[in-house]
């Protein structure tokens, strides 16, 4: 069985900054994309942020030049750095991976943590 966990999420007032990290732990053979999302009360679920095996990145326009993705391969780790943090990006945030376990594909996805930006 996969599992992610995340954690970094909290209270932080407009301006700053938070660090995600979302570890994948379990019998996995290989990870390829990692990606962190977010739901926001009331909104549908976006992607944030995308990150393949050879490290390309992509953004959502809204936060995009605020927001860095990275991964730490031998660690099964995905972080997401967030900048000058807006109200707007308050919403619970959710790493997803596709993870190769026991030969097979699938996708999963961690618990979600709150990030709440006051203004």
């Known amino acids: 069985q996969v599992q992610l966990v995340e954690s970094g999420g909290g209270l932080v007032q407009a301006g700053g900054s938070l660090r995600l990290s979302c570890a994948a732990s379990g019998r996995i053979f290989s990870i390829n994309d990692m990606n962190w999302h977010r739901q926001a009360p009331g909104k549908q679920r976006e992607l944030v942020a995308r990150i393949t095996t050879g490290g390309s990145t992509n953004y959502a326009d809204s936060v995009k030049g605020r927001f860095t993705i990275s991964r730490d391969n031998a660690k099964n780790t995905v972080y997401l750095q967030m900048d000058s943090l807006k109200p707007d990006d308050t919403a619970v945030y959710y790493c997803?991976?596709?993870?190769?376990?026991?030969?097979?594909?699938?996708?999963?996805w961690g618990q979600g943590t709150q990030v709440t930006v006051s203004s």
């Open positions: 997803n991976m596709r993870c190769n376990s026991r030969g097979l594909w699938n996708d999963y």
